[in-house]
Nanobody, 123 residues
Framework: QVQLVESGGGLVQAGGSLRLSCAGSGRTFSSYYMGWFRQVPGKEREFVASSNWSGSTTYYADSVKGRFTISRDDGKNTVYLQMNSLKPEETAVYYC????????????????WGKGTLVTVSS
């Protein structure tokens, strides 16, 4: 059974940092694009960042460029999202996803999704 399991969410003050992790199991994701998305209840899911297998190609939402960094450790089948200078409006459930093809901003059809981890940014 293929699974993506996110961790690292929690409560942080505005301006603070968190690092999210997403561990894959059930298959090797080294040839997959991996991505992070977020969703506020009542709103559509939003693309945050994605990376190819080597990390040589990454995409970021304009709103997080310069503050968030996606990275991956294929030896551990894990992708990370380092989030700095967090803002209260970035409070959301953050989801990890994987796709055999490229993940660009605006792409939402993924092969696999995690169940999400909640990030709460207090003002």
């Amino acid at each position: 059974q293929v699974q993506l399991v996110e961790s690292g969410g929690g409560l942080v003050q505005a301006g603070g940092s968190l690092r999210l992790s997403c561990a894959g199991s059930g298959r090797t994701f080294s040839s997959y694009y991996m991505g992070w998305f977020r969703q506020v209840p009542g709103k559509e899911r939003e693309f945050v960042a994605s990376s190819n297998w080597s990390g040589s190609t990454t995409y970021y939402a304009d709103s997080v460029k310069g503050r968030f960094t996606i990275s991956r450790d294929d030896g551990k089948n894990t992708v990370y999202l380092q989030m700095n200078s967090l803002k209260p409006e970035e409070t959301a459930v953050y989801y990890c996803a994987a796709r055999a093809g490229r993940i660009r901003p605006g792409d939402y059809a993924m092969d696999y999704w995690g169940k999400g981890t909640l990030v709460t940014v207090s003002s």
